[in-house]
């Protein structure tokens, strides 16, 4: 098996380090330094670059990472154009075998945040790094893709098996939850999971990695179907919502200028 460790970076993003028996591949490594140093640190050689999509601070690393560390560079096909130094490019369906690493990942496309957004999924060892598009207790925005492409992401990823283990890109947990509190004040298994967080952070520990089914169960995004986030949507926009896709937007839609009352 191998160890997945975080590396915090700028205000809330985590870096991901695989690692095992002297051998490293990082995903999304937007700052280059924090990587090297990690590295270092632990005496690994990297073997290979994940990429999820093409912000900068999913990317900026990339090149300080290449003039120290000549390795393969993987990423989506359809961001080619906006991420330089891609050496092999990905479309939906296609595997990535890291031999040195014993892991195989799967790509899937789950476009919304951008609308080449890749996500990698490990069957053997139940992984997923998703990037920007699915959090704890949240998801991405949607900076180019529409709600019924993100609805359709997130329902993809939702379908995994509830023992995956999510590996997002930033530490948005707590106003993540305050927020699904607010949109389904009824879900008991959002209390619990706002003090478990809080504990976490508390003590400078991440709240990354949930799970797939924990995130079934409090998630407002994946739960767009259930009554009381229909009805809670519905009262927000101020008109009546039936389809799951449009609860989702409007569900987003608040997300975006809530304020949360927790960090």
Not at 15 to 27: I, M, S, T, Y
Not at 190 to 212: K, W
Request: charged letters at 20%.
């Amino acid at each position: 098996m191998i160890t997945v460790t975080p590396l915090p970076a700028f205000d809330d993003n985590y870096l991901w380090l695989l690692h095992r028996d002297g051998l490293a591949a990082v995903v999304d490594p937007g700052d280059g330094e924090v990587v090297l140093a990690a590295l270092r640190e632990r005496g690994l050689r990297l073997t290979a670059i994940l990429i999820t999509h093409h912000h900068a601070d999913h990317i900026g690393g990339l090149a300080a990472l290449r003039r120290v560390w000549d390795v393969p560079v993987y990423g989506p096909r359809a961001e080619s154009g906006k991420i330089p130094g891609l050496t092999r490019l990905l479309d939906d369906g296609d595997q990535v075998a890291l031999p040195e690493l014993d892991v195989s990942f799967e790509v899937l496309a789950v476009p919304g945040h951008t609308l080449g957004h890749i996500a990698y999924h490990e069957a053997a060892q139940k992984l997923l790094f998703c990037g920007d598009t699915l959090f704890v207790g949240g998801c991405g925005r949607l900076f180019e893709g529409t709600p019924q492409q993100m609805y359709t992401s997130l329902q993809r990823l939702s379908a995994l098996p509830g023992d995956t283990a999510v590996y997002c890109a930033h530490e948005y947990t707590l106003s993540n939850l305050d927020f699904a509190h607010s949109a389904e004040p009824g879900n008991a298994a959002l209390g619990s999971e706002i003090e478990r967080v809080r504990e976490l952070r508390a003590r400078a520990q991440p709240s990354v990695p949930s799970t797939v089914q924990r995130e079934r169960q409090f998630n407002p995004f994946l739960r767009c179907s259930q009554p009381p986030l229909t009805e809670s949507a519905s009262a927000h926009a101020g008109k009546p919502l039936h389809a799951p896709v449009e609860v989702f937007a409007a569900l987003r839609r608040w997300k975006d200028g809530y304020k949360s009352k927790i960090r």
